[in-house]
């Protein structure tokens, strides 16, 4: 997931000490529940320089809450141990010199069991602190991004676990015997296009106009006005049979749909379809896509998702659309009054898509938050008037932002209290492990 920002200042009055306390365990609980079902050697891969062990992300989301927290505000606190600042600092520059990215994976030490001790030892001292009397102090906005942060990580290891265990022969599932996989339900319907009228609107994070009071990252802001020309946007996600349209039609094979990095993207990494999907062994035999249940077959009725912008890009191009701003998909999302409540976030254990009902109403929108992050057609770039935070947590967003496009939405990975309208993720064009999904405009 993108890099996480600095919170943005709260225009409503900071939880009290106990409401944090409450917050802070069980958000710190919810990321233990997505290891339980990992053998220990699963929490020690990464295959690619993209995905992070899971031990990786336990130790990290400590190392945060130990540094920003403990460290700075209670008094004596005695760190669990001296390198583990080298092992877990992530690209902090202002913090010191850390472990590289791709070698994150080459940590067999320390143990899984000894990562677990280090969280419980953070998480006696953090409550402990909490519980004193400085819990009142401005540190509660430190505290809160600590707490959005490990969410941020909570999608990255639905994620990386998915891509971990992909890329073993055995093709295990991540759940148990006791939760079956859902069943492929029949092709939707044709999407219907609804109008977004246009004007001069404003975009940024927005607590009248539908997103949660308290809490925003810093590339939120400001709120500015922005115009955007009336347009159209499909009712809902693209499907996979729509997707698989566009791969039996040749669409990877055809350079005409393609921006010119992408098409020399597909044609070196060898790519014919979405990531995780199985191209039939005979002919006329069912395609199948990789899950957190293994192996199973193509739903033709989910939203398509593992799609780098290039792909999302060239079905756009082949269906006859292209793909909204994120002006314009901020804009409907607030003019069809999108909410997050009912969405497929994290909290359903879902973990994959989930289609729409055959009988869902054509002229509403749907899947706005949730299910897939939808890439747009704009680049990762500073609001007017953005200003960079101090300090090392000014590393979280402005350097990040060049040669990145959006994504708007949220995912079936991310936790639902996280995600609004206004929030902003972002990726190089290639990236396809994350939850990524297309969203047609004309």
Known sequence: MSSP??????????PAAATFAARFAAVRAQTEALCRPLLPEDTVVQPVIDV??????????????????????????ELFHPQYAYLFNSYYNSLGSRVNRADRGTLSRPALADVYRYRAYVDEHMQRLLASAEAEAPFAEVLELGLQHEQQHQELLVTDIKYILSTNPLAPSYFGPEQAAPQPRPALPPASWLPVPGGVAPVGFQPDAGDAPGFCFDNELPVHQTYVAPFELQNR???NAEYLAFVEAGGYQDFRYWLGEGWELVQTAGWQAPLYWVRPAAPGAAWQRFTHHGLQPLDPAAPVTHLSFYEADAYAHWAGARLPTEQEWEVAARHFGAEASGGNFVESRRYDPAPLPADADPARCHQLLGDCWEWTYSAYHPYPGYQKAAGALGEYNGKFMVNQLVLRGGSCATPASHIRLSYRNFFHADKRWQFTGIRLAR
């Open 5 to 14: 920002a600095v919170l943005a200042p709260a225009p409503a009055a900071a």
């Open 52 to 77: 992070s062990p899971p031990k990786w992300h336990l130790a990290h989301t400590t190392w945060f809450f130990e540094t920003f927290m403990l460290q700075a505000h209670l008094p004596g606190y």
């Open 237 to 239: 996600l693209v499907t």
